[in-house]
């Protein structure tokens, strides 16, 4: 039997973007088995045969239907703002109002500075910047009026500037762009999180400390995480992060630039993983 404790999210409403599949999936599951009804947006409604990396809307939503959760897929491009304008106005007519907002979707587009097109850098940004502002905002007005609401930005350790001279080089030269972007989404984390105190909205970001073993990050960087497994987390454990982030105390949690095993251990959950 259930308790309250297990089903914090109970009568709450979560939108989480990316969650087709990896990361997003896991972040979703978590949160429909902690109560939350969930409006899921990505590109991908349904299987693609031969698509290059597998995942769709419709399997995410099956799972959680399967293990007795409520939830409804968005269709829609982040790289468009039009598309975009409609994801809040869509899950709210589906579900209610907005109480957790999980913007997980990334565009991760890997290139040295000196020759990345611009094309590349407008998605990159579009994608990790400008729909985490322009979802932010839709949903602000709705959690101001209630005085309670929860935002979680999905971030990554390539925020951080590099370490030099001498410079390493190697892999580190392609991720520039990406990181500028993600330290700019840190940046929108920790002023949105100062203007909207007073209204009882946390405003949080969290990252994993390593490479987290999804079908997208097979597809990058699936070498390096077979030659060097102690880079590896286990996706459970930025799910798990996200969720405590999602039901904390918005007057001592927020604004807070995190990443997920340290926080977990600071907050002491975190979770066994399957073997």
Same mark, same amino acid.
């Given at each position: 039997m259930?308790?309250?404790? $297990?089903?914090?999210l109970a009568g709450k409403v979560a939108l989480v973007t990316g969650a087709s599949r990896g990361i997003g999936v896991a972040i979703a599951e978590r949160l429909a088995a902690a109560g939350a009804s969930l409006a899921l947006v990505a590109r991908t409604l349904n299987p693609e045969p031969g698509a290059r990396l597998e995942g769709s809307l419709a399997e995410t939503v099956a799972a959680i239907e399967r293990a007795g959760g409520r939830a409804v897929p968005i269709v829609a491009d982040l790289?468009?703002?039009? $598309?975009r304008a409609r994801i809040v106005p869509e899950a709210r007519a589906a579900l209610g109002p907005i109480d957790v907002l999980v *913007?997980?979707? /990334?565009a991760a587009i890997y290139a040295p500075v000196?020759?990345? %097109?611009?094309?590349?850098?407008?998605i990159t940004f579009e994608v990790n910047v *400008?729909?985490?502002? $322009?979802?932010?905002? /839709?949903v602000l007005p709705e959690m101001r009026a209630k005085k309670s609401g929860w935002i979680v930005h999905l971030s990554s350790a390539s925020s951080v500037h590099p370490k030099g001279p001498p410079f390493g080089g190697g892999e580190s030269t392609t991720i520039t762009v990406y990181g500028a972007s993600k330290a700019a989404l840190e940046r929108i984390t920790t002023g949105l999180a100062a203007e909207v105190y007073a209204d009882g909205i946390a405003v949080n970001s969290i990252a994993p400390v390593a490479a987290v073993r999804t079908p997208g990050a097979e597809a990058l960087v699936g070498e390096l995480m077979k030659t060097h497994p102690e880079l590896v987390e286990p996706v459970e454990w930025l799910a798990e992060a996200v969720l405590a982030?999602?039901?904390c105390d918005p007057r001592t949690c927020t604004?807070?630039?995190?990443?997920?095993? %340290?926080f977990l251990d600071?907050?002491?959950r975190k979770p066994a993983v399957p073997t």
């Open positions: 259930s308790t309250p404790s $297990d089903r914090p790289a468009n703002p039009e $598309d *913007h997980n979707a /990334a000196a020759v990345i %097109p611009l094309k590349r850098r407008q *400008h729909a985490t502002l $322009d979802l932010a905002q /839709a982030l999602a039901t604004g807070r630039i995190l990443y997920s095993g %340290p600071e907050i002491g």
